[in-house]
């Protein structure tokens, strides 16, 4: 293919093979080992691992309550009796089962491995888990500050992450498609947010990635509107920003729907945001910076007099978490990088008119992209 981004393939995906499940979970034994031989160029003698999404990173691990201790020669992951089950199936380094809070375990091993200086995540933690973390401590131990390594190795995904990012983004695409077919007016935007997520569960999502957003008429102006019951009425725009959690990856995506016949300045508007984000695609690949990609949006919506009318940035990495690193606004420094995952979704917001918003999932290559989003990016007409 001689284009620079790849457009999405429309099939369906066939289950996940064991080759690719077995890549996976080597990849967490892995990524421990780069962690550890990190830290003592850190001055660390261990890492702390609390927030979710990370500790899943490294250990595999999907239950609610987890610590994970990262030393150099091996890692630990403390859970309490309700997972005893789930933490033998999920992770592949030790497993310790606490009978209380699981930071007097951990704080057993800190002791019996002679941890003088343990890193810890300070902005995914609690008041109340850093005093209780403390507290526990072995005496001649201290706390270290030691947060965003793991972030930044999240930002570039593997073969297998990218694998599950693609599957979340065709159960969500089908989803939509099974739903809007079927879109009326009359029906609430309740009614329609909760026919997308019914449906994307029902084709193996486990849940929504975020809140569903559907807002009708001059509410599509709101960025982040909540569905309420108001009815979707003929002569609306309607935007639909929807996203699925899949094998704990996620997805995004936002399309417009317009209830009778178009009036020549949605239609202009419309033909703009568009032309904005294939802007934005186009200037997608390894070593761009993050804000060119933004300034590209920004340049095509200010020729139709409307960059003022675009109030949010133009995209952010997703993976594990709905929003990740990086942010890809007009102010940001970073660079691109072959494997990362991110959104394109410029926007214009028009008091008393209404919003207009078009996103894709895409992965960033040496020479462009490729473009997840299989849904058509045309203007649905009901």
């Given at each position: 293919?001689?284009?620079?981004?790849?457009q999405?393939?429309?099939?369906i995906e066939?289950?996940?093979?064991?080759?690719?499940?077995?890549?996976?979970?080597?990849?967490?034994?892995?990524?421990?080992?780069a962690?550890?031989?990190?830290?003592p160029?850190?001055?660390?003698?261990?890492?702390?691992?609390?927030?979710?999404?990370?500790?899943?990173?490294l250990?595999?691990f999907?239950?609610?309550?987890?610590l994970?201790?990262?030393?150099?020669?091996g890692?630990?992951?403390f859970t309490?009796?309700r997972?005893?089950?789930?933490a033998?199936?999920?992770?592949?380094?030790?497993?310790?089962?606490?009978?209380?809070?699981?930071e007097?375990?951990?704080?057993?091993?800190?002791?019996?491995?002679?941890i003088?200086?343990?890193?810890f995540?300070?902005?995914?933690?609690?008041?109340?888990?850093?005093?209780s973390?403390?507290?526990?401590?072995?005496?001649?131990?201290?706390?270290?500050?030691?947060?965003?390594?793991?972030?930044?190795?999240?930002?570039?995904k593997?073969?297998?992450?990218?694998?599950?990012?693609r599957?979340?983004?065709?159960?969500?695409?089908?989803?939509?498609?099974?739903?809007?077919?079927?879109?009326r007016?009359?029906?609430?935007e309740?009614?329609?947010?909760?026919e997308?997520?019914?449906?994307?569960?029902?084709l193996?999502?486990?849940?929504?990635?975020?809140?569903t957003?559907?807002a009708?008429?001059?509410?599509?102006?709101?960025?982040h509107?909540?569905?309420?019951?108001?009815?979707?009425?003929?002569?609306?725009?309607?935007?639909?920003?929807?996203?699925?959690?899949?094998?704990?990856?996620?997805s995004?995506?936002?399309?417009?729907?317009?209830l009778?016949?178009?009036?020549?300045?949605?239609?202009?508007?419309?033909?703009?945001?568009?032309e904005?984000?294939?802007?934005?695609i186009?200037?997608?690949r390894?070593g761009a910076?993050?804000?060119?990609?933004d300034?590209?949006?920004?340049?095509?919506?200010?020729r139709?007099?409307?960059?003022?009318?675009?109030?949010?940035?133009?995209?952010?990495?997703?993976?594990?978490?709905?929003h990740?690193?990086?942010?890809?606004?007009?102010?940001d420094?970073?660079?691109?990088?072959?494997?990362m995952?991110?959104?394109?979704e410029?926007?214009?917001?028009?008091?008393?008119?209404?919003?207009?918003?078009?996103?894709?999932?895409?992965?960033v290559?040496?020479n462009?992209?490729?473009?997840l989003?299989?849904?058509?990016?045309?203007?649905?007409?009901?």
């Amino acid at each position: 293919m001689t284009s620079k981004h790849v457009q999405p393939n429309r099939s369906i995906e066939p289950p996940l093979s064991p080759a690719t499940i077995a890549e996976a979970a080597s990849e967490f034994e892995t990524r421990r080992r780069a962690v550890a031989a990190a830290l003592p160029e850190r001055k660390l003698d261990a890492l702390l691992v609390s927030f979710g999404p990370n500790l899943r990173y490294l250990s595999g691990f999907t239950g609610s309550n987890a610590l994970l201790l990262v030393m150099p020669g091996g890692s630990v992951l403390f859970t309490d009796p309700r997972y005893q089950i789930q933490a033998a199936q999920e992770v592949s380094c030790s497993v310790t089962i606490a009978k209380g809070p699981l930071e007097l375990d951990m704080a057993a091993s800190l002791a019996r491995h002679r941890i003088k200086r343990l890193g810890f995540e300070p902005g995914m933690m609690s008041c109340e888990a850093f005093r209780s973390l403390e507290s526990s401590l072995p005496a001649k131990a201290e706390l270290v500050a030691a947060g965003g390594s793991i972030e930044q190795m999240r930002m570039v995904k593997s073969p297998a992450e990218i694998d599950r990012i693609r599957r979340s983004v065709l159960t969500n695409s089908r989803a939509f498609e099974e739903t809007v077919k079927r879109v009326r007016a009359g029906i609430t935007e309740r009614h329609l947010a909760a026919e997308l997520e019914y449906r994307m569960r029902r084709l193996g999502a486990e849940k929504p990635s975020f809140e569903t957003i559907v807002a009708g008429g001059v509410r599509s102006a709101l960025p982040h509107a909540q569905p309420t019951s108001a009815r979707l009425q003929t002569g609306q725009l309607v935007v639909v920003d929807m996203g699925s959690l899949q094998d704990g990856y996620c997805s995004d995506m936002t399309r417009m729907l317009y209830l009778g016949t178009p009036t020549a300045k949605v239609k202009r508007t419309y033909r703009a945001v568009l032309e904005a984000q294939l802007a934005g695609i186009d200037a997608v690949r390894a070593g761009a910076r993050t804000a060119r990609v933004d300034a590209a949006c920004r340049n095509v919506l200010k020729r139709y007099g409307l960059d003022e009318a675009f109030i949010h940035s133009t995209g952010h990495g997703l993976g594990l978490e709905i929003h990740e690193p990086p942010r890809l606004g007009k102010s940001d420094k970073g660079s691109l990088q072959a494997g990362m995952a991110v959104t394109i979704e410029p926007g214009v917001y028009l008091e008393g008119f209404g919003g207009i918003r078009i996103e894709d999932t895409v992965i960033v290559t040496e020479n462009g992209c490729e473009i997840l989003t299989p849904t058509t990016k045309e203007l649905r007409v009901i």
